[in-house]
């Protein structure tokens, strides 16, 4: 079955940049979406069509996307940002699927 | 302010069946799609199944295929999930989502609820 894979963790210090991949076969055809979600809390859509980025959400959250490869960039991470993020997709046919989140550590 | 509360969630025997339900506020309901995603305890996320906008089309994991049905009523503003011969592997947080930004059926999942929680056991 399809499958989206992310790394398990990222660690960053707080200033760098942190970068988390999410890879599927389907990614060049279908749209990526990227969730941030803080313990305890619901996750909240922080890039949609594989690079826009939501009202209110901070310019540092960044998303790109080459070919199976789509990746959230974050710029100058601060404590804040600590969190599990989760990519989304859909496969082929059309049906949606989140990659196995990554947790983010900010050092 | 866009609002999704669910509600319904409990402990259940396996083999019997809940109902969940999401009321929302905050904007035109009956215009986009909504689903419902699950989180089992220390887990990550799964889509469980979505709905759109007038019904027409629907879409369910293959994991609860055949035992759950999602509806909806847009004049009471409300999404439901029917779960039927519950399993102690469908133990999650259930959350209500809509899609507003991208297309029906794929996502994204704009907003979210806090979540109703249902255990599986005996």
């Known amino acids: 079955s399809y499958e989206l894979t992310q790394p398990p963790s990222v660690s960053v210090s707080p200033g760098q940049t942190a970068r988390i991949t999410c890879s599927g076969d389907a990614l060049p055809k279908q749209y990526a979406y990227w969730y941030q979600q803080k313990p305890g809390q619901a996750p909240v859509l922080v890039i949609y069509k594989d690079s826009e980025r939501p009202s209110g959400i901070p310019e540092r959250f960044s998303g790109s996307s080459s070919g199976t490869t789509v990746t959230l960039t974050i710029s100058g991470v601060q404590a804040e940002d600590e969190a599990d993020y989760y990519c989304?997709?859909?496969?082929?046919?059309?049906?949606?699927?989140f990659g196995g989140g990554t947790k983010l550590t900010v050092l | 302010e866009v609002q999704l509360v669910e509600s319904g969630g409990g402990l259940v025997q396996p083999g019997r069946s809940l109902r969940l339900s999401c009321a929302a506020s905050g904007f035109t309901f009956d215009d986009y799609a909504m689903h419902w995603v699950r989180q089992a305890p220390g887990k990550g996320l799964e889509w469980v199944s979505g709905i759109s906008w007038n019904s027409g089309s629907i879409g369910y994991a293959d994991s609860v295929k055949g035992r759950f049905t999602i509806s909806r009523d847009n004049a009471k503003n409300s999404l439901y999930l029917q779960m039927n011969s519950l399993r102690a592997e469908d133990t999650a947080l259930y959350y209500c989502?809509?899609?507003?930004?991208?297309?029906?059926?794929?996502?994204?999942?704009?907003?979210w609820g806090q979540g109703t929680l249902v255990t599986v056991s005996s």
């Open positions: 989304q997709s859909a496969d082929s046919s059309g049906t949606p699927l």
């Open positions: 989502a809509n899609t507003i930004r991208g297309d029906c059926c794929k996502g994204p999942f704009d907003y």
